[in-house]
């Protein structure tokens, strides 16, 4: 029994929106027409990856020294509005 991968199901819905047929795709891939039903999206559309925009700037500098050392205490400390804000939130939660 082989494995079924993302790329298989791709290439079954590429193979479907084309040859419109389970059987034809089963026969071009090798999987069962049950199992070519199965993984086919009734709305596949083939995507032209040519128009993805691509991130290609450098990423922004991560300061993290705020978090450098033992003592994160300070970030668990909650304001006074915090504090009444997740009283009212235990309130709704009460059974």
Same mark, same amino acid.
């Given at each position: 029994m082989?494995? #079924? !991968?993302?790329?298989d /199901?791709k290439?079954?819905?590429?193979?479907?929106?084309?040859?419109? !047929?389970?059987?034809? /795709?089963? $026969?071009?891939t090798g999987f069962?027409?049950? !199992? /070519?039903?199965?993984y #086919?999206?009734?709305?596949y559309? #083939?995507?032209?990856?040519?128009?993805?925009?691509?991130?290609? $700037?450098?990423?922004?500098?991560f300061?993290?020294?705020?978090?450098?050392?033992d003592d994160?205490?300070?970030?668990?400390?909650l304001?006074?509005e915090?504090e009444?804000? #997740?009283?009212?939130?235990?309130?709704?939660?009460?059974?």
């Open positions: 082989k494995v #079924i !991968t993302q790329k /199901v290439e079954m819905n590429r193979l479907y929106a084309e040859l419109k !047929t389970y059987a034809a /795709v089963s $026969r071009a069962s027409p049950a !199992t /070519v039903k199965k #086919i999206k009734a709305d559309q #083939i995507l032209d990856e040519s128009t993805f925009k691509r991130f290609d $700037r450098p990423l922004p500098e300061d993290s020294t705020p978090f450098r050392g994160w205490g300070h970030l668990c400390l304001s006074p915090e009444q804000e #997740i009283r009212e939130l235990w309130k709704e939660l009460e059974v």
